[in-house]
């Protein structure tokens, strides 16, 4: 039985379908990570051991937690406002793709066409300087 053959759930196990289901992980891991924010974010107010501040929290919670998560996503979208503006992740888009092959290969064969074309006007400039 060859790897090609292989079958989970009538799906065939083949690289292909393997990056495609690192792909879905890679999306849902992005999506659990907000989940994951917002429980860090209840997990910070329930740390906090001051008693008035306890007491404070405990009573208003249906005021003070909304607006602690406000503030929370404020201060995250001034950081990823940043992160943009100081070029951070255009550049790491850039690494990105210059270490994808694919984009590699559009960008070798859009250089041979380029030099395709180079010889392709020298070649008609010669030929109607003639």
Known sequence: MTINRIRILGI???KKTAVRWK???DRAKMYLSYINFVMIAFVFL???NNERIRE???ENRLV?????MIIFI????VLGYFDTKLGLRKEEMRNNATENPITLEILRSLRE???SQLKI???QKGLSGK
């Open 12 to 14: 065939p196990l083949n």
């Open 46 to 48: 329930n740390a906090i």
């Open 113 to 115: 066409i380029k030099e």
């Open 74 to 77: 404020s201060i995250s979208l």
């Open 56 to 58: 404070a929290l405990d």
């Open 23 to 25: 792909i879905y992980l």
């Open 64 to 68: 003070f937690y909304p607006i602690i």
């Open 121 to 123: 006007i020298a070649e």
